[in-house]
């Protein structure tokens, strides 16, 4: 897929009753096999961003500065569209890119042609708070976390009753928009849908006071409504910052980007250095952590020739892994 010129340029990269299923009482399973193959390698200082996603044709994208970034399979870097306001990043299955722009307040999707098509930019008349991330169903349906982080003075998404609302909103296929999730999640972040449509694991990740750092998995309806009563605590961070996005393998295995090696107190504490991919079994249960030296890791997409390649955001750095088994790709 390319953009026409005129949108990109080269570029260096700077150098509610909730019923609780806690993850430790579900079922355990044997040992679970080595997921990492080898130990991070880091393939940027700076500049990589957020937002990871990858494209067999083109190479790897992430959100930086206002910017997506595309790197390709040389390492070579350029702009592939500016003035995105982008974070969240997501190849559809026709290879079209479907963006959160956090700072428009609205997702859109960017045609084979580079015609920019916008999805979603209000619900009920209110204007989305910051798009963050998203995650797309076998239907085609998108679902993204719309959280709020820094100033709040400005927020317009209500509930009926008035109340703020950080939520996670669906787009049908025909350009409706819902409201999935609302006050069941603190601050939603990352999310993912399983490749079966049975469920969906949600970041929440609030870096307020006494906030939630939690990663929760719900069921799914097959109308694409979420079951909010199956919601089930998988792993909670506690103190320290939580989940942010997160992918699949094609074992069912959740890589989640999480964790903090240097306090942001009073809010966040580091006591011991947090930072890296936490790995879950299907079952939920923690089969693996891999650190990464860098604060604040951020998000993480598999990509590479054979899909064994876990590409890590973590303070603008960018990392990458071998893994055993291949990430699951929309396709």
Same mark, same amino acid.
């Given at each position: ?6 949108? !990109? !340029? ?62 390709? &399979? ?34 859109? !999707? ?9 999805? &979603? ?166 089969? &693996?952590?891999?650190?990464?030296? !860098? ?18 955001? &973590? ?17």
């Amino acid at each position: 897929m390319n953009l026409p010129p005129s949108v !990109r !340029r080269t570029l260096c990269w700077p150098a509610a009753v909730i019923v609780m299923i806690v993850a430790n009482d579900l079922p355990t399973t044997q040992a679970d096999d080595a997921v990492f193959a080898g130990p991070p390698k880091m393939l940027l200082e700076s500049g990589a961003g957020e937002g990871p996603v990858w494209n067999p044709k083109i190479g790897l994208l992430t959100s930086f500065d206002g910017n997506i970034h595309l790197r390709d &399979a040389n390492g070579n870097s350029s702009i592939y569209r500016e003035n995105s306001g982008s974070n969240g990043l997501l190849f559809d299955r026709e290879g079209r890119l479907i963006v959160c722009e956090a700072t428009r307040h609205r997702v859109t !999707r960017t045609e084979r042609d580079g015609t920019i098509v916008v999805l &979603a930019d209000q619900f009920n008349g209110m204007k989305f708070n910051q798009p963050n991330d998203l995650t797309i169903d076998t239907q085609g349906r998108i679902y993204f976390s719309d959280p709020q982080y820094g100033d709040r003075s400005q927020m317009e998404m209500k509930d009926d009753d008035g109340k703020l609302v950080e939520g996670v909103y669906r787009i049908d296929v025909d350009g409706t928009v819902s409201r999935v999730i609302d006050h069941q999640v603190d601050r939603p972040n990352g999310l993912i849908i399983t490749p079966d449509d049975q469920f969906m694991y949600v970041a929440d990740n609030n870096n307020a006071l006494g906030g939630a750092r939690k990663l929760y998995r719900f069921e799914m309806r097959a109308d694409g409504s979420v079951d909010t009563g199956s919601q089930t605590l998988i792993h909670d961070w506690g103190t320290t910052r939580g989940p942010d996005g997160m992918k699949l393998d094609q074992q069912g295995n959740l890589y989640v980007a999480a964790g903090l090696n240097q306090p942001h107190l009073p809010q966040e504490t580091a006591d011991q250095p947090t930072a890296g991919i936490y790995v879950f079994s299907k079952l939920g249960k923690q089969v &693996a952590f891999v650190k990464i030296p !860098r604060d604040e890791t951020t998000n993480c997409a598999f990509g590479g020739d054979d899909g064994k390649t876990l590409f890590v955001t &973590a303070g603008g750095s960018l990392w990458a892994i071998p893994t055993v088994n291949a990430g699951y790709q929309i396709d």
